[in-house]
């Protein structure tokens, strides 16, 4: 899986800034954040779940 360097963060900020304006920035990368971390604790959560159900299993 290729991995993202540097250039190519600047080339997707700057995309960002054209697309949004440097206004909307903050406001866009906050719900970026806000639905990343969403992600994450869903992710999280079906790992706790999935490791509960393989203890219970197991005893």
Known sequence: MP???????????LIVLLIFGAGKLPEVFRSLGSGIREFRDAADGDKKKQKEEDDLISS
Request: glycine content about 10%.
């Open 3 to 13: 991995t993202l360097g540097a250039p190519e963060l600047l080339l997707i900020l």
